[in-house]
RNA sequence: GGUGGCGUGCCCGAGUGGUCCAAGGGGAUGGUUUGCAAAACCAUAUUUCGCGGGUUCGAAUCCCGCCGCCACCUCCA
């Protein structure tokens, strides 16, 4: 098997990967918290980790793969009153929907989606663990967790307690932060403080959990008290997975965690920061105040924009002003809205895979153009490989260098894929060989049908780690009408009425059909 | 202010001591192929990897300084 080499965030190091169980990997990856429709961005590590996933399957791993969906929290109250409904069906419209755009997306169905108000008296149970050990303290209905007991808080993150004791004086006059110990100790159990906040009874009295117990709940609920892999956004190493490690071990007493994998961000292209007049008129009023040197008016003004939504950076010394579009969450597009553009799961797949999962990446609509182009690419040697197995010929040539090179090639995907799931890596060695293939397609006397066949056994391999998947394009499936202008064309082309094949080609192009001739007759493809 | 990370050719993006005058993709230009296209293939783009020093026989890759960018420290993936 071959060695997998993964980054952990707990050690910062790469790390050869070693299953507790040889063979078989348990998972959790954070889910979403369902209060709207997730966007490009809530998509990354949605991709990227059932690319893992599939990438360990792929080098023979059994993996249990678990990804939750936090059901009840702040934000879906919140949500529920502003359109009138209830914490409920909030939760449950939008996680239909994250099915949809999951499924859409060519993310294979977790064995295990727990929801956490399905998970609450074992919350409960936790929580009391973790007060038998004395690592709580309750106040006013809240129970929070007391960081200062547990020795090991901030090996995830590298924080230092005392640094956040630091930071946080400010924001004394917080009253949620002004009840705690310590700024860092966070809420195992929140009281209802109001009759439309959805509650569950409790030792604690009526209340809903806190965002970070619900996570070690399920998770070791369903893998075990010390699992694999724990996956997520760059973002939850803290506060959030500081305090996973901190509750399970405590409430346990046994390592949680044995390998932590994070996602960079996605942020957005400056050109793709839409502002409406009024901003950039507002936008104009602040650059003016700012050069002038009226502090009262462009902090007002900034504020104003902050209320929209719209970060800035300002440089007082430079009195220059930048966007700052990754913290403007309304500028990343929704995922339906990405599709309602005419992209596909797979393209936005393709484009979030291009990048290694540890690096940034940014999202404009021309790079996401440029990753469809890119996977045209691919699937147009798919198409080549499938019609030449068709026409296929046993006697060309066995012995085909391509043959030699399928074996490198795979070789060379593989390793890319283990040190850290290097997708770049991986897709520039699918590239060469795709560039291989389409040179021994071309040539007069083309392999025979046994390298073909290796061929998209290579192929299949690569896309099987990537999770893409190619839908053989078949003139069966076309439209009875353009079957019939095409029947027309080839019978032209035999006449060698060429004016009336390039009249039946551009009228199949606008009704949105490619056609193209090779040296075996004409291909035909949607657009 | 603290912590972590980044800066690669026109653009995106791998590479982290020699095999790199930098994988692969997008774009551009020229060619092959084609009735013409499209697709595909081939070739090309002031030795070049933020800037300045240093270590080394040798650096995009290590060290120091500077500049710029990002994330977290606020229940944002």
């Known amino acids: 098997m071959t060695t997998l080499k993964v980054r952990n965030t707990l050690t910062n190091r790469l790390e050869t990967f070693e299953p507790l169980t040889p063979g078989k990997v348990r998972m959790y990856v954070c889910g979403p918290t369902v209060y709207d429709y997730f ?51 909030v939760a449950k419209k939008y996680t239909q929907a994250y099915f949809e755009d999951l499924e859409r997306l060519g993310v294979k169905a977790a064995n295990h989606a727990p929801k956490a108000t399905e998970y609450v008296p074992q919350i409960i149970e936790m929580i009391q663990a973790l007060e038998a050990r004395g690592m709580t303290y309750t106040c006013d209905g809240d129970v929070y967790y007391r960081v200062s007991k547990f020795p090991h808080y901030g090996c995830l993150s590298g924080k230092n307690p005392d640094d956040l004791r630091a930071g946080a004086s400010q924001r004394t006059q917080d009253e949620h932060t002004a009840k705690k110990e310590h700024p860092a100790d966070f809420a195992l159990w929140k009281g209802q403080k109001a009759p439309d906040e959805p509650a569950w009874e409790s030792p604690w009295g009526p209340g809903r959990p806190g965002w970070h117990i619900e996570c070690s709940a399920m998770s070791t609920g369903l893998l075990g008290n010390t699992f694999d892999i724990h996956a997520g956004g760059e973002d939850l190493v803290f506060p959030h997975h500081e305090n996973e490690i901190a509750q399970s071990q405590a409430a346990t007493g046994e390592p949680f965690v044995r390998y932590w994998l994070h996602n960079a961000f996605l942020n957005i292209a400056k050109e793709e920061t839409p502002l409406t007049e009024e901003q950039q008129e507002v936008v104009q009023r602040l650059e003016g105040a700012l050069k002038a040197g009226e502090t009262e008016t462009w902090q007002r003004l900034r504020d104003e924009l902050n209320e929209q939504n719209v970060h800035l950076e300002i440089d007082e010394q430079a009195k220059a002003i930048s966007f700052k579009a990754s913290k403007s969450l309304k500028n990343v597009p929704k995922l339906r809205e990405v599709f309602a553009r005419g992209y596909s799961g797979q393209v936005v797949r393709f484009f979030l895979l291009r990048t290694h999962y540890r690096s940034p990446v940014t999202f404009s609509w021309s790079l996401l153009d440029e990753a469809r182009k890119s996977l045209g690419r691919w699937e147009e040697v798919r198409n080549r490989l499938h019609r030449a197995m068709e026409q296929g010929r046993s006697d060309g040539a066995h012995e085909h260098p391509l043959a030699t090179e399928l074996a490198a090639a795979r070789e060379r995907y593989r390793a890319e894929m283990a040190e850290d799931f290097n997708t770049s890596g991986a897709i520039g060695a699918a590239f060469h060989l ?9 040539e007069a006397t083309p392999p025979a049908k046994s390298v073909l066949e290796a061929a998209q056994a290579a192929l299949a391999e690569m896309e099987a780690m990537l999770g893409l998947s190619f839908e053989v394009q078949a003139e069966a499936k076309l439209p009875a009408e353009v079957q019939e202008l095409l029947q027309q064309r080839a019978e032209a082309r035999k006449r060698r009425d060429f004016a009336e094949s390039d009249r039946i080609r551009d009228e199949l192009k606008v009704k949105g059909y490619i056609v193209r001739d090779t040296r075996q007759g004409q291909t035909c493809e949607p657009a």
Do not use: C, W
Request: charged content about 25%; aromatic content about 4%; glycine content about 6%.
């Open 434 to 442: 795709i560039s291989q293939i389409n040179a021994a397609l071309n």
């Open 39 to 89: 966007h490009i961005g809530n998509a990354r590590p949605f991709v990227v980790f059932d690319m893992v996933r599939r990438t360990l399957e792929t080098l023979g791993h059994d993996v249990t793969y678990v990804q939750n969906i936090t059901d009840i929290d702040d934000k879906i109250i919140e949500r529920a009153r502003e359109q009138g409904t209830d914490a409920a069906g």
